[in-house]
């Protein structure tokens, strides 16, 4: 299975400037910059890459990086990072941009590819494209976008930031993030499912009871009370990374064997995914949460369960069950597939752990030694730590890909579509109920009631 990723040199990839508009923020102090580094260190960076992060405020590239986690290092973002101050809603200081970056790709020789990496909000992004677009940026080549969700609110609101995107920069050029997807494991989803044929031949509906897709986080919403309170568990997580895992587990990637048309994998599993509407829906908020965002009337949920069903013949009678929370008793992310029993005997599990402790548990019935005939479940497991020692941060993945124009493991704007589409039946039963149940910090997701 090794001929299933194409593999770019570092050497092969253009000289790169990667502007990020975002610089201050919390996900480039946390993943982005850092993540930089470690591609540098690694030896996976282009051998010219320049950093060029855009303000509106004067400052300069040394407090961004004092700004940064002590124990990271930053050598190659003193050498190579630049800032430029610019107010992003005037068109006339684009072409300013765009002037000191010619400067700064004379310096770097020929094919300079420009990545824009806009670690912003949506209402915030969706202006910067309209004018890069109006400023001539899209139409240099080598120019990519680089846009973090949510991409929309709900299918007609996404439709519409897709049209607008589209009028100026073509798909090809648009890199949609959705860092679950470059995790190892949902990686490693592919290998595990088609490398193993005990996998294989079993993966669909005639051994598979039912699948649970969990993410359970222990915390809250972390400051970010004005983001949450606009965007809430489904838009957060189900609509993005859990509706992606659960594609992952249900597409077909055999078919095809190229990466590179796991997109359209992914796509063809979403077509097939329904809301199953038999099984009540539930939104729950946690109970200190109206307080912290200062809304007592707040309706946003921190925890959504819903299950859905697909049309695929491999995959019918499946309930498929998402469930994620905010300020739970654990912090847990995998996907559980419970095989059906044979006979009298019990069901087998398989759990993939996404995390923490990344790896695969595979849960068996054995006799336990000795005269009585006692029988009892245990885990066979693979660590992904213990066994290979070393990890690799989904952003440092993000960002290579989109380095090396690799857009298999970004989302396309039909997979956008389709999962607004898949949603849509509980937004609006949600929208049209007046109130939302509370549950209490710690609780475990399978007491929640709605
Ligand atoms: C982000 C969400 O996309 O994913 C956060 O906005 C969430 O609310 C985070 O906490 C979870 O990511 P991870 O990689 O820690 O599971």
Redesign the pocket.
């Known amino acids: 299975m090794n001929d299933i990723r194409t593999e770019t040199s570092p050497h092969a990839i253009p000289p790169t400037i990667l502007v990020i508009v975002g610089i201050t923020g919390d996900l480039s102090k946390r993943k982005l910059l850092p993540a930089i580094e470690k591609l540098v260190a690694a030896g996976a960076a282009p051998d010219k890459l320049k950093i060029v992060g855009i303000t509106r405020r004067d400052v300069s590239a040394k407090q961004v990086l004092q700004a940064l986690p002590d124990e990271l290092p930053h050598g190659f973002l003193t050498q190579n990072m630049s800032m430029f101050q610019m107010d992003l809603s005037v068109s006339a200081d684009y072409k300013k941009l765009d002037a000191y970056l010619h400067e700064l790709e004379i310096g770097l020789g020929e094919g300079v590819q420009r990545l824009f990496y806009l670690s912003v909000p949506p209402q915030i992004s969706q202006p910067i494209v309209k004018l890069l677009g109006k400023n001539g940026f899209a139409d240099k080549p080598g120019t990519k976008l680089l846009l973090e969700?949510p991409f929309g609110t709900d299918l007609e609101t996404a439709r519409e930031l897709i049209e607008q995107t589209k009028q100026h920069f073509a798909e090809e050029q648009v890199y949609r993030i959705d860092?679950?997807l470059a995790?190892d494991m949902a990686q490693n989803m592919i290998v595990f499912r088609e490398g193993n044929a005990l996998l294989a031949h079993t993966w669909n509906n005639e051994f598979i009871e039912r699948i649970d897709i969990v993410?359970s986080?222990k915390?809250g919403?972390?400051g970010?009370a004005a983001?949450?309170e606009q965007?809430g568990a489904l838009r957060?997580?189900v609509q993005?990374?859990l509706l992606q895992l659960a594609a992952l587990t249900l597409m077909h990637p055999s078919v095809t064997r190229n990466l590179r048309n796991i997109c359209q994998c992914r796509i063809d599993a979403l077509r097939q995914l329904h809301i199953d509407e038999s099984v009540p829906f539930t939104r729950a908020q946690y109970s200190s949460y109206a307080d912290e965002v200062k809304n007592p009337g707040s309706l946003t949920e921190t925890f959504a369960d819903i299950t859905l069903k697909s049309t695929d013949p491999a995959w019918q009678g499946v309930p498929i069950r998402i469930v994620t929370g905010?300020a739970l008793d654990k912090?847990a992310?995998e996907i559980k597939i419970t095989y059906k029993k044979i006979n009298e005997y019990e069901s087998n599990e398989l759990l993939i752990r996404?995390?923490p402790n990344e790896g695969i548990e595979l849960r068996l019935w054995t006799k336990v030694p000795g005269y009585e005939w006692k029988v009892e479940n245990h885990s066979l497991e693979l660590d992904f730590q213990e066994t290979f020692n070393t990890s690799t941060e989904?952003y440092e993945q993000v960002l290579l890909d989109a380095l090396k124009s690799d857009q298999s493991l970004f989302t396309t704007s039909e997979e956008v579509i389709e999962s607004w589409r898949i949603l849509a039946p509980v937004q609006h039963a949600w929208s049209m109920s007046p109130t939302i149940s509370t549950y209490k910090p710690g609780s475990n997701y399978d007491h929640i009631a709605g």
Do not use: G, N, P, V
Request: net charge positive; charged share 35%.
């Open positions: 969700k860092h679950y995790k993410a986080e915390i919403i972390e970010r983001f949450y965007t957060d997580l993005s990374h905010k912090k992310t996404f995390q989904a």
